[in-house]
């Protein structure tokens, strides 16, 4: 039987400098220990998928968070028994996802991170119908639409986005939808969920949270994801992931 492989999601809005120094490095490092993937860097940060042998995996992460800015990286897991990446590809975005609001800087937030709610916590105010304070919740999705359409949160508001970049526009199109309400924005791993609970404080809107590593962390948290139908479309070669963090029985390799 083959060696499973690790599968390692991860981002962080830190302020970062020398990208093509860091570049340079993670891509060597990377391709020595055997990795494939997609890492992307910004000023405002890093946002990667990659994968490989454990051992890998694990050093890459740790040489990673070498850098101080990195230090408490939080990297979501899970394992398949392929590849499901081609390559090994590290590169410099003016955003680590794309947004183009540049006002929207969670690196550079004063209150620093969005308010975020863990997966335990989002169970239970899902069970019981509304927050600790008695506000009805709303699930928001900002993922694209043709990824809510593989599944998602029972009940969860979906605007049909054909890129995250969309969100904005979407959000002042249909701001009445969310006023008054507990809001938890969410999406795979937790990336473009932070970003749209920091638009939706800066749009003025109240009782605006994110949930604490997206979907991939509700998955690792609560067994069987409650009030979640479906699987979650991820980016690589698996396509999908089930509530078990497992692919479908077979996979393609995504370059």
């Known amino acids: 039987m083959p060696a499973r492989h690790l599968n390692l ?16 490095a993670l891509h060597s490092e990377g391709l020595e220990l055997g990795l494939k993937g997609t890492v992307l860097l910004a000023e405002e940060g890093i946002n990667l998928f990659v994968a490989g042998a454990e051992h890998g995996v694990r050093a890459w992460l740790a040489r990673l968070r070498q850098c101080r800015h990195l230090a408490r990286l939080d990297a979501k897991e899970s394992w398949s028994d392929n590849l499901p990446f081609r390559h090994l590809r590290v590169k410099i975005k003016r955003e680590i996802i794309r947004m183009n609001q540049p006002q929207v800087r969670p690196h550079a937030s004063p209150g620093g991170r969005a308010p975020a709610v863990d997966s335990a916590t989002l169970a239970r105010w899902l069970d019981a119908g509304h927050d600790d304070a008695g506000r009805d919740v709303l699930l928001l999705d900002t993922r694209n639409g043709f990824e809510v359409d593989a599944g998602g949160f029972e009940g969860a508001i979906d605007w049909r986005l054909n890129k995250f970049s969309d969100f904005p526009a979407a959000l002042a199109a249909h701001r009445s939808e969310v006023e008054g309400r507990t809001v938890v924005s969410y999406c795979t791993g937790g990336i473009r969920c932070e970003k749209a609970a920091l638009a939706m404080q800066g749009a003025g809107l109240e009782h605006v949270f994110q949930l604490d590593g997206g979907v991939l962390r509700y998955f690792e948290r609560l067994p069987g994801a409650p009030h979640w139908r479906g699987r979650c479309f991820v980016f690589d070669g698996r396509e999908t992931l089930g509530p078990d963090l497992a692919p479908p029985p077979a996979v393609e390799l995504r370059s």
């Not at 991860?10 to 340079?24: G, K, T």
Request: charged share 30%.
């Open 9 to 24: 999601s991860a981002y962080a809005f830190v302020a970062l400098d020398q990208l093509p120094e860091r570049r340079d």
